[in-house]
T-cell receptor
Framework: DAKTTQPPSMDCAEGRAANLPCNHS???????VYWYRQIHSQGPQYIIHGLKNNETNEMASLIITEDRKSSTLILPHATLRDTAVYYC????????????FGTGTSLTVIP | DVKVTQSSRYLVKRTGEKVFLECVQD?????MFWYRQDPGLGLRLIYFSYDVKMKEKGDIPEGYSVSREKKERFSLILESASTNQTSMYLC?????????????FGQGTRLTVV
């Protein structure tokens, strides 16, 4: 079973920030939060991950609440190429990184 | 450039055929995974492997088997293909680690069983 809850779809105007929420209320203390995205007809692509602290890379920022029960992926200046399905995943604490994907959020960036 | 390569982008097979889906990674990763993706259901884990000759069942292993004879290659086998196995199949790999490594995915194989 997926351990995260995401809205099924969102729209965002081109050039604006896209904020994608994720609930993971049953997350364990040593589980990481990962974000992937999947552009149509391609395999999923890694975006960012974090444990407790907020993280930023060249693609996005990840904000994790203090209680770690939810997080937000921020695409600071969305472009049309960011239109994709975004998956929030909690990685189990045991070895092997079995990524359990849910159905994600379908983000549409509107010109 | 790191790469996970799946042998076919599109396949059409007949019901009852034995089907092999091949996946090769060039990153010397220990872990490899097979998922299937269906509309409205997201990605579901079929099998995974932590090491050569090792395999573990995922959420939906029924009707599938896997083989990992070499570290870089992970094969998904449909012993007797059925129409309900028509799907997009995705292979992934990751390095050994406890919750702190990313997975790299192939481009997927769209299998149609007729």
């Amino acid at each position: 079973d997926a351990k995260t809850t995401q809205p099924p779809s969102m729209d965002c105007a081109e050039g604006r920030a896209a904020n994608l929420p994720c609930n993971h209320s049953t997350i364990s203390g040593n589980e990481y939060v990962y974000w992937y995205r999947q552009i149509h007809s391609q395999g999923p692509q890694y975006i960012i991950h974090g444990l407790k602290n907020n993280e930023t890379n060249e693609m996005a920022s990840l904000i994790i609440t203090e209680d770690r029960k939810s997080s937000t992926l921020i695409l600071p200046h969305a472009t049309l190429r960011d239109t994709a399905v975004y998956y929030c995943i909690v990685s189990p604490a045991n070895t092997g990184n079995q990524f359990y994907f849910g159905t994600g959020t379908s983000l549409t960036v509107i010109p | 450039d790191v790469k996970v390569t799946q042998s076919s982008r599109y396949l059409v097979k007949r019901t009852g055929e034995k089907v092999f889906l091949e996946c090769v990674q060039d990153m010397d990763h220990e872990n490899m995974f097979w998922y299937r993706q269906d509309p409205g259901l997201g990605l579901r884990l079929i099998y995974f492997s932590y090491d050569v000759k090792m395999k573990e069942k995922g959420d939906i292993p029924e009707g599938y088997s896997v083989s990992r004879e070499k570290k870089e290659r992970f094969s998904l086998i449909l012993e007797s293909a059925s129409t309900n196995q028509t799907s997009m199949y995705l292979c992934a790999s990751s390095s050994e680690g406890i919750g702190d490594t990313e997975a790299f995915f192939g481009q997927g194989t769209r299998l149609t069983v007729v």
